[in-house]
């Protein structure tokens, strides 16, 4: 053992080398690292070890995240060193220790093995495609920002042979004129004058795909690169500017761009637009001036870059700000146009053109277009003609089919003499209770009556009093049927529920295979949509056909998740679970065409991001979605593809919102790493906006496997992790058994739910559950919003609350809450939707199934209520047969369902003017 290395500089972390490490780089602040420790009291008793749960530990050198000893010690180590470390109190935990394992005032030791570590992530978006490794720290602590002029030295190196060494000096933002690649640039914001870094580069920030062949560098190739800063100069801001000095930059920077897209070079042209705009932002565009006309100008400057980019999307977005400042733009409104109908918005684009046409009725170019968008009008609806012309006569065949099977088996009433026509001692009779409530079925006073009695009774005593099921005349029609319902009275099967649920009673009172709950008997959701096998709308067959050849496009990968509706448009998720899904978020226009439509990517082809090179600033993996009152969609991306075979974190998981009035992104929000779990996946979202209070709120996500709930503030942009037991899954919950498969499942908290607001000031309930559990929690929003509470660990385990349980096998994916505080459950292994009225005690006795079907309801993965809250829509995507079995494509497999709330839950348990049941839940 070495003698010890006084790492405080004053005897508070000592530190003696057990083995010596390779090299001599160390870690850096801002490296990720990963190690084992050993962590004992001085007197040997051991409180942690990574080495027993036999996993590496990992966390951010100089973020705060352990304690001082861990950060100073570990910045000392090179890779394959141990060592141990002796730390005083004051650099571990201090005079409240860590009870239990940690008395107060305690001097540990830890063990320390040094496995490796990551650079710090400089990329934009988290993608850890720059890292930076410190090799000379700097002093100071001011940075460079976006126009500074710099002064460094960069040493550019590939397989370690140096292809590049130079002094530079530029302006952040043209290094690109200089030679300079965008990950070099990028660095340099991060990096204080003096400071000296060794970069590792991966492609997307190097050359890219073309790679250099003046510095023998090939394509899609890592590079590493040594820069310092020697001096640099910050570039002006424009909050220190007033609105004339402000006006000046603005058209200076207009300038720039105008000549960099003479050049045709069109990224760097948008650079300078853009930031022509941000000056902008200090003066008043929205009156007639110098500083509107410039502002009109750099947007249709932007709409004409994107257009040569071929980013129509971006194309549209401009040409929106533009017709935002001037509405009879005949630039704004042709280029939009243009953009339409490329990306296939056939309708909109002829919009557009009309009304260019309107403004100026000789704009030759205007008629052509508007030409070419009505014959592809026509065209489509010859084509949905066609397709779609014996459709009506083909049901209306199967109908009168159904319709003579049905006569043929039917009994003759009339020559029947035990069921014949009512004799007059039986019309007389006084009505029973449930004759009362169901007044189109007679009961007959013969020698069934106390079998149809027993049922009425026991029916009436399950659902008090509110018989929701009529019995069907098929009783008495069936002789066979009667004589085995005889036989189960007699047997006592309505003692209990679970006797009363015999197969022969099911298929009368159901006339199907659904077993009896709640209001079953009629069929509460009905299919609005279903498909054997998924498919995209894509612009052009052309295009269709190129993305199957090269199997970007493999329908049979494609499986729908996520839901949410409104009155005119139903939105789906589809997240990249597989290769060959081109896009993870789209919709169907309402009403459809077809039962079966073709998905069209929200909110349009180019906001996809592809997995090859993916830009983190689109959509990647969009798992679900949601609609808050403020008319916005908001979904979670996970940032990770091929869950299924070789997943794959691209992106950082993040939060983005549209604003469904103008299909216009309106929030992407990045989770911070330290707020990413290693193996995280975040699957559900919940927003909470009260009052039409916009730009105020709160966003709940929930990481299904590491067991957490991420919270967004909207108003500051900021976020934290909660973690809390009840997150967590049930080992004596996780094995599932779907049609023949078994399969086990570990998924944390997943089903989330909020309370109604019924008082503007009033504190909400988030009801919530793992997925792999029978049991409900709930927590108050107040809690989960505390950001000082999560960010300092104050104990908050008592705020959460366990609710109850919902039995055997009551496993539920998602819930929605209806407007009347009942809340809907899907409930996949039994196979079901219920429903719980959150006023009443949570037991077996208040939940209620509203409709089990193994086919319609076989794995219901999402509900959610539709934007006017009068409606339940559902998600049956059979997703354990898509994952571990072969579906059938010859059969129905993904279907959504739609119910009326209303109709859900009249007459039941959960209906808010039925009493509760407080009887205990045996």
Known sequence: MTSEIDLSGDGGVLKNILKEGEGLETPCDGCTVSLH??????????????????????????KGQVIKAFDLGVSSMRKGEKCVITCAPNYAYGVTGSPPTIPPNATLKFELEMLGWKGQDLSKNGD??????????????????????????????????????????????????????DGVETALEKMCQGETSRLIIKPKYAFGSDGNEQFKVPPNSTVEYTVTLNDFEKAVESWKLDKD?????????????????????????????????????NCDTSVDGEAKTLSLSVYL?????????NDLDEVRHACDEALNLDSKNIKALYRRGQAHLTLGEVEKALFDFDRVHELEPENKAAINQITICKQRIKKYHEEEKARYKNMFSR???????????????????MSNTKFGEWRAEERDHPATTFEKENPDIL???????????????????RFIGSTTVKLKNLILNNSEMVQQLKTESSSGFASTWGQFNSPGINQVLNGGNRSISGGLGTNIFETMFQWNIMEFAYPTERLRSQALSSRQYIPRNIAPL?????????????????????????????PAYSQSPALQPYPSWNHHSPTTNPDCSKLLSVYRLTIDECGRLFVIDSGIVNALTNLQQLCPPKIVAFDLATDQQVLLYEFPPDQVLQGSLHTNIVVDVRNGQCNRGFVYVMDVWRNGIVVYDIQQGTSWRTMHHFYNSDPFSSDYNYKGINFQWTDGVFGASLSPLNKPDEDRILYFHPMSSNYEFAVRTSVLQNQTAWTTRTALSQAFIPLGMRGQNGQSSTTAMAPTGVLFAAQIQLEGVSCWDTRKPYNLNNIQMIQRDSDLLGFVNDLKLDTDRESIWAVSNNLPTFIYGNLDYSQINFRLLRANVLQAITNTICDPQVNANLAPVI
């Not at 099977?405 to 009433?413: C, N």
């Open 37 to 62: 420790y050993t962590g004992t009291l001085v007197d040997g008793t051991k409180f942690d070890s990574s080495l027993d749960r036999n996993e590496p530990f990992e966390f951010g050198i100089g």
């Open 443 to 461: 009961m007959c006073q013969n020698e069934f009556t106390e079998v149809l009695k027993n049922i009425s009774n026991v029916w009436e005593n």
């Open 395 to 413: 049901f209306a065949a199967v109908d009168g089919t159904k319709e003579r099977i049905q006569a043929l088996h039917a009994p003759d009433v």
């Open 128 to 181: 850890g495609g720059i890292e930076r490794f410190i090799v000379v720290k700097s002093d100071k602590k001011k940075t460079p920002n976006d126009g500074a002029f710099v002064k460094c030295h960069i040493i550019g190196r590939f397989e370690d042979k140096i292809f590049e060494d130079r002094d530079i000096e530029f302006n952040i933002g043209e290094g690109e004129e200089f030679g300079v690649i």
């Open 245 to 281: 000095e402000s006006l000046e930059q603005a058209k200076l920077f207009k300038e720039k761009g105008t000549n960099y897209f003479k050049q045709d070079k069109f990224k760097m042209a948008l650079k300078f637009y853009e930031k022509s705009h941000s000056f902008l932002s």
């Open 562 to 590: 996520g839901i949410a509706a409104t009155h005119n448009r139903v939105f789906i998720s589809t997240p990249r679970w597989n290769d060959g899904i081109p896009a993870s978020l789209s919709k169907i226009d309402l």
């Open 301 to 309: 400057n932007k709409s004409l870059c994107h257009q040569k980019l």
